[in-house]
């Protein structure tokens, strides 16, 4: 029994990829959204141009945590 199970490297690149696109990926495994859950412990100015994502899947409770960069829209 794992208590912290991750997503494979294929599941978190599919994700990552359907979030670029702006829009919520659901998780593999159970077919349900994902959570975003803010990063960092509430302080602001980090100064990185990218952001960061965590998102949690509220069904098994793995997380995927990745870049995302924002601002540009198509
Ligand atoms: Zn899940």
Redo the contacts with the bound molecule.
């Keep these: 029994m794992t208590e912290r199970a991750q997503y494979d490297a294929a599941e978190q690149r599919a994700m990552r990829e359907q979030r670029a696109r702006g829009e919520m990926p659901p998780?593999p495994?159970?077919a349900?959204v994902m959570t975003e859950r803010p990063i960092g412990g509430g302080s602001f100015g980090l100064g990185y141009a990218r952001q960061r994502e965590w998102l949690l899947?509220p069904?098994?409770h793995?997380s995927a945590l990745f870049d995302v960069r924002r601002g540009t829209r198509n």
């Design positions: 998780c495994r159970c349900v899947c069904s098994c793995r």
